[in-house]
């Protein structure tokens, strides 16, 4: 069965390092953006410079008008999808919750929980033999905020991969006799600029120290244990979650 994967947020940091892996693997790839272009078509040229055959889709995947455009894009260009990572994401800036505005928690909520439900959705209306696919993966990137909370931080942020967490686990036991398998990793302090989002690029310097480990992660290392849920080497693994945090 050919491997289509479609990488949500996969112009950046661990979505980009989970396209160049999965490039190596032999996937047909979509790396899905919703603004920086530049960034997607630079990971677009070097997955092709791997020798996969793959596209770059912008679509705001909280949308579900765009979320049937990119799949449609992928059934035309790279044929059914077997793999899906949910990986784009975002965050507000610190802050505590009685400072937190009605927009910037629906922004939160929107990006991180119903986008990636959405994309569930179009992967499993292929992936499903309901609907004559022959099944399929998906990995959520939720984050070990969803344990720890957050607080005094974004709250907010971590009650939107908490509800990632539990969506993982209900649609694993729906879809686990259709031959699809849904899975998720938990990352800790990685290096890349996701934590501008935040307001502080340089957050994972200035708190490694906090980690047991006693350092940040890096996004390959991430992307290592996302291709693994993905592939047949975790073909008994469903419903389960890799934390990434260095120990924390």
């Known amino acids: 069965m050919d491997k289509v994967i479609v990488i949500t947020g996969g112009g950046r940091g661990i979505g980009a390092a ?3 892996l999965a490039a190596e693997q032999g ?6 953006y919703e603004q920086d272009e530049q960034a997607a078509q630079s990971v ?3 997955v092709r410079a791997l020798g996969a055959q793959a596209i770059a889709v912008r679509a705001d995947v909280s949308i579900e008008d765009e979320v049937i455009a990119l799949f449609q894009r992928v059934d035309s260009e790279l044929g059914r999808v ?5 990986n784009a994401g975002t965050v507000g800036h610190k802050s505590r919750v009685d400072e937190m505005s009605e927009f910037r928690i629906l922004k939160i ?3 991180n929980v119903l986008a990636p439900i959405l994309c569930a959705k179009h992967a499993i209306l292929r ?3 309901k609907h004559g696919g022959q099944g399929g993966s998906i990995v959520n990137v939720s984050s070990v905020a969803s344990r720890l909370g957050s607080p005094n931080e974004y709250v907010d942020y971590a009650a939107s991969k908490g509800a990632l967490d539990t969506f993982t686990i209900g649609l694993s036991k ?3 006799g259709e031959g699809i398998r849904v899975n998720a990793v938990r990352p800790g302090y990685i290096y890349t600029d996701f934590h501008a989002l935040s307001g502080d690029p340089d957050r994972v310097s200035k708190l490694e120290s906090a980690i047991p480990m006693a350092r940040g992660g890096r996004p390959d290392e991430v992307a290592e244990a996302i291709v693994w849920l993905l592939s047949d080497k975790a073909s008994y693994a469903t419903g389960t979650f890799v934390d990434l945090g260095g120990g924390r």
């Open 174 to 176: 729906e879809v686990a």
């Open 127 to 129: 992936m499903s033999p």
């Open 18 to 20: 989970t396209a160049l």
């Open 44 to 46: 677009l040229e070097q």
């Open 109 to 111: 909520m929107k990006t």
């Open 82 to 86: 077997t793999a899906l990572v949910n």
């Open 27 to 32: 996937y047909r790839i979509c790396i899905n």
